[in-house]
């Protein structure tokens, strides 16, 4: 496709429910980023991935968080046990290869936990 | 630790004005990247500019234009004559190889508005 794209666009969970966020990079772009972004502020990161390695997943909150890329394209963040303070704008994002590149950003997955 | 800072939180302006958005960082690598962000109204995150710490050439592009101090620590970012569509909320953002270089650090960001 021609951005990075992300489904659901809306997830409404009830507390305690656990939910799957997918993103699908642009075509041919190795890293693949998370990020978490609140009402108001920045953009916050949660994990990335080089092809389907985890490289750093030092911002995932608690071990409820989950990501992976199998095959080294689609991407999978997955919360288990949701919780109201789960409840944001979790944003994808890819790029040509690595991190000193610009990342381009999906439309994003709006999750209300409540 | 690293840090990014935009101490701007609202800036607004009548078209055809310019506008600088400021960004200040805290940081002891010597290699790092920095990049500018546009958030509009519809919500969509928009890839702006990008540099690296190596080069402090300033350049201009379109209406956009960045003036980036190492000495100072500030990554600057001009709208030159502005207008109605460039309302949005600005975010600055910078990679540091000691933290992850796949790990952007966003500013709180700086909402511009632009009336007509």
């Known amino acids: 496709g021609a951005g990075v794209s992300q489904s659901p666009r809306y997830k409404v969970t009830k507390r305690g429910q656990d939910v799957a966020l997918r993103c699908d990079p642009i075509?041919?772009?190795?890293?693949l980023y998370w990020y978490r972004q609140a009402l108001g502020q920045g953009p916050e990161f949660l994990t990335y991935?080089?092809?389907?390695?985890?490289?750093?997943k030092s911002g995932l909150p608690n071990d409820r968080f989950s990501a992976e890329r199998p095959e080294g394209s689609i991407s999978t963040l997955t919360i288990q046990r949701t919780e109201q303070r789960d409840s944001a704008m979790y944003r994808c994002?890819?790029?040509f290869g690595g991190g000193v590149y610009e990342q381009y950003f999906g439309p994003g997955t709006r999750l209300t936990v409540t | 630790a690293q840090k990014v800072t935009q101490a701007q939180t609202e800036i607004s302006v009548v078209e055809k004005e310019d506008v600088t958005l400021d960004c200040v960082y805290e940081?002891?690598?010597?290699?790092?990247?920095l990049f500018w962000y546009k958030q509009p109204p519809s919500g969509e995150l928009v890839f702006l500019i990008r540099r690296n710490s190596f080069d402090e050439q300033n350049e201009i592009s379109g209406r956009y234009s960045w003036n980036f101090q190492k000495s100072t620590s500030s990554f600057n970012f001009t709208i030159t004559a502005s207008q109605v569509v460039d309302s949005a909320v600005y975010f600055c953002a910078l990679t540091f190889p000691t933290d992850s270089w796949g790990k952007l650090q966003f500013g709180a960001g700086t909402q511009v508005v632009v009336t007509p």
């Open positions: 994002a890819s790029s």
């Open positions: 075509s041919g772009h190795v890293s």
């Open positions: 991935f080089n092809y389907e390695a985890q490289q750093d």
């Open positions: 940081t002891r690598d010597t290699t790092y990247y």
